[in-house]
T-cell receptor, first 113, second 116 residues
Framework: SQKIEQNSEALNIQEGKTATLTCNYT??????LQWYRQDPGRGPVFLLL?????KEKRKERLKVTFDTTLKQSLFHITASQPADSATYLC????????????FGSGTRLLVRP | GAVVSQHPSWVICKSGTSVKIECRSL??????MFWYRQFPKQSLMLMAT?????????EQGVEKDKFLINHASLTLSTLTVTSAHPEDSSFYIC????????????FGPGTRLTVT
């Protein structure tokens, strides 16, 4: 069965530094990989989508890479701010036309002022 | 961007009663919606796919007779938790893809269900 791994330990960094979060997966060949942000008690918010034939995607201070050989995605936040503190979820899919996503357990990011 | 709302945002009910949660797409039509549940510090677990005009598709291990899903229109899906028990207490979240070739999903704010 498919498996997605995100670092379960919180990432604690200083404001202004670059945060890098990792998403690894097995037994899956997603056409897309997506990243979401979730604040406590709220629904996830879509951030970025990267296709299997794309190596890198950027949006403002966010950058996502996708290595289908390594089955890994890296999510970077440059010039991090305390407001970036949240849980970041990696999601695979869809693999077909069903729109179904498979979510990782998320990594909590804490940005210290 | 696409907006999805949920109602209620939180609900407390007694064991054995049923509770209905609504999920609405406010500015787009959604032929497909998804229902998730999330326990504290855990990820989203997909419960079922709600299809407008047809039966919902449930994930393995999810009781379809306990979690009734109705997708009556292109903007509304409802999840009814029947004969609720304390173990059904959780955070329920719906989502919908905006479609038209876009594969990201827009999530509702979630509903916190507490069964006493």
């Amino acid at each position: 069965s498919q498996k997605i791994e995100q670092n379960s330990e919180a990432l604690n960094i200083q404001e202004g530094k670059t945060a890098t979060l990792t998403c690894n997966y097995t037994n899956y060949s997603p056409a897309y990989l997506q990243w979401y942000r979730q604040d406590p008690g709220r629904g996830p918010v879509f951030l970025l989508l990267i296709r299997e034939n794309e190596k890198e995607k950027r949006k403002e201070r966010l950058k996502v890479t996708f290595d289908t050989t390594l089955k890994q995605s890296l999510f970077h936040i440059t010039a991090s701010q305390p407001a970036d503190s949240a849980t970041y979820l990696c999601a695979l899919g869809p693999e077909d036309s069903s729109y179904k996503l498979i979510f990782g357990s998320g990594t909590r990011l804490l940005v210290r002022p | 961007g696409a907006v999805v709302s949920q109602h209620p945002s939180w609900v407390i009910c007694k064991s054995g009663t049923s509770v209905k949660i609504e999920c609405r797409s406010l500015d787009f039509q959604a032929t497909t919606m998804f229902w998730y549940r999330q326990f504290p510090k855990q990820s989203l677990m997909l419960m079922a796919t709600s299809n407008e005009g047809s039966k919902a598709t449930y994930e393995q291990g999810v009781e379809k007779d306990k979690f009734l899903i109705n997708h009556a229109s292109l903007t509304l899906s409802t999840l009814t938790v029947t004969s609720a028990h304390p173990e059904d207490s959780s955070f329920y979240i719906c989502s919908a893809p905006p479609g038209t070739g876009l594969y990201e999903q827009y999530f509702g704010p979630g509903t916190r269900l507490t069964v006493t």
